[in-house]
């Protein structure tokens, strides 16, 4: 059996983060990668209600609270090709809940004034 020695950060508390669970693909328009590139904007509504504005679309979704919390470990010590004994892994956050959203993403329409 493997054991795996885990800590916790250094700077105090563990920051919570969010998950984001997205239905379908997402593809950038050139086909390049969406690693370091700026997926949309979320907004939360005065009832708690995320919504995600990505491009000219708007998706509605819930929050949603995960039965089992996951933790988001950075490898810390020994080069990756050392035995699991002589590393360590630190925990940076724990992710308790998920926004999900699972409806399609409707367009923004605007007005658009006539040509006379």
Request: hydrophobic share 45%; glycine share 8%.
């Amino acid at each position: 059996m493997v054991q795996l020695r885990l800590c916790r950060a250094s700077d105090g508390d563990l920051a919570e983060w969010l998950l984001l669970e997205l239905q379908g693909e997402v593809e950038a328009r050139n086909g390049a990668g969406l690693a370091g590139r700026l997926l949309g904007d979320l907004h939360f509504t005065r009832q708690g209600t995320p919504v995600l504005l990505v491009g000219h679309h708007i998706l509605y979704g819930k929050v949603v609270r995960l039965e089992k919390p996951l933790a988001v470990l950075t490898k810390a010590g020994a080069a990756s090709e050392a035995p699991p004994a002589s590393s360590h892994y630190s925990a940076v956050a724990l992710i308790k809940k998920k926004l999900l959203f699972k409806t399609r993403p409707k367009p923004i329409i605007t007005n658009l004034p006539k040509k006379a």
